[in-house]
């Protein structure tokens, strides 16, 4: 056996201690196989789906008058901060406080007479219920006098709006083919419509004509017949507006015939509406007048007769009756009033004294900008993983250096399409209101579906997938070994969590 120099020993163990740590810190994390090496480690894993929305008001209103008529008071205007149950706009109430108090009077006489009729009538009070229904029975035929009255005088309205206004406009306007003249070169299919309207009105007005002529015409069909006239004028004279408003100056058409024009529809359009609340009226009257002979008769029977069980249960009948107008009527005056239905701000406020209110158009919106929620869209892919309580994390164009803290509050279960794409409609509330904020700001939401605190993770890109099954490449007596391992979450940092396979600091191969 042949040994070493003692001397040479001991110079060649430091070189080869020094070559190793060399070696060491040259491979960089790298084994001699040249294979990149990472550890497991302990950290928060969170999965989060992005996406954009804009805040808007969770409470708001469009309101609009539920009866119709002529406005008369406005108090309110864009901008300005109302509390809920206060007045915005009013029509007109004169007539209806009127019949109220008269309704009123007539209610208190009711019960004065019930408590008669329990003690039996005297012939001077006789005399006085004849005197009583001699008048509402000549109150009645007044009100069925101004019907018919305002029966022919809503005719004439019409007539004119239609022969002398509209059929300026209309070429053969009166014959079975009227065509709307091509200087006003409107939407053909505006054009189709306003042709067969013309036509279909002109029948109409005819029929109407023959209807004020027979004296045997029951009133509700006059009533049926002029309220549906009245409606397709209504109709009509709408989209005749639209093609003369949108309509230019051209050759044989000067502005100032344009402008003429749309004073004359636009005149006609009002007056239509007047007729419509004339013809209301005068059909209420008829009724409250019907009303009155009633109750009237009934007073004259209980007077006239001993009073029975009978009698007392009638008199009852009509105070209920009287009841119910004062009712009715306080009703209609509750429904000549908008009212603001929550705390806000108005938006929109279209209400102007003097004009028309139809029952049901939009005049007035308010919404509470101190309550706001995100409203935004969640593409189908993501929507199985969303769940309401969800966090979420809120970045503002016009805040970008905070992060606002909200949640899921609800999910619509209806899709939306969106470029082809089912959407799911979410609203998002913020978990501390921000007084800073306005309705439609835009918004860029992290919505964090799973979160897993101190999880061991790893990058995704070391998993290897084999047959279904998933491994990584574990470092074992310093070379990597392929290791069965069960995964958690993926994040959306690029990790994944490891729910087993691997401990903390375990060493595993990355793919080259």
Known sequence: MQFLPKKRVVAVIPLVFIASIFAFYLSDGRDSKNFEVVSAERKTVSKEILISGATEPKNSADLAFEQGGRIQSVYARIGQSVKQGAILASIDTSDLIASLHEAQADLELQEARLGETLKGAKSEEIALYESRLNRAEGAKERAYSDFWNTFRSIYVTSDDALYRVADQLFSSPRSSNPSLTTKLSADQQITINLNFS???????????????????????????????????????????????NNASPVSGLSEATLSEWRVSVSAARNSISVAIASLSSAYEKIE????????????????????????????????????????????????????????GVIT?????????????????????????????????????????KNKVNVNFDAFLAETFEAEIFSIEPE???????????????????????????????????????????????????EDGDTFVRKIINGSPSLTPVKLGIKGSNGSVEVLSGLAEFDKIALPE
């Not at 549906?228 to 003369?244: E, K, W, Y």
């Open 348 to 388: 929109v406020f279209d209400a102007e004294i003097g004009e028309i209110a139809q029952p049901g158009v939009k005049l007035i919106s308010l919404i509470n900008p101190n309550d706001l929620v995100i409203k935004a869209y969640i593409p189908e892919i993501d929507i199985g993983d969303v769940a309401i």
């Open 288 to 343: 409250s007048a019907n009303d009155d002979v009633n109750i009237a008769l009934s007073e004259l029977s209980l007077a006239k007769s001993p009073a029975t069980g009978e009698q007392v249960a009638a008199q009852r009948a009509s105070v209920n009756a009287s009841r119910a107008r004062v009712e009715r009527i306080s009703s209609q005056i509750a429904k000549s009033y908008v009212r603001a239905p929550i705390d």
């Open 415 to 465: 899709a939306k399409l969106i470029d082809g794409v089912p959407n799911y409609r979410a609203t998002i509330a913020l978990i501390k209101p921000d007084s800073r904020l306005k309705s439609g700001l835009s918004a860029d939401l992290s919505i964090v579906t799973s979160i897993r605190e101190d999880a061991i993770s790893i990058p995704r890109f070391s998993i290897v997938e």
């Open 198 to 244: 013309r036509v279909k009105i002109g029948d109409s007005l005819e029929t109407w004509l023959d209807s004020i002529q027979d004296t045997s015409l029951d009133i509700r069909e006059a009533d049926r017949i002029a309220g549906d006239n009245l409606r397709d004028l209504v109709l009509f004279f709408d989209l005749l507006s639209r093609a003369v």
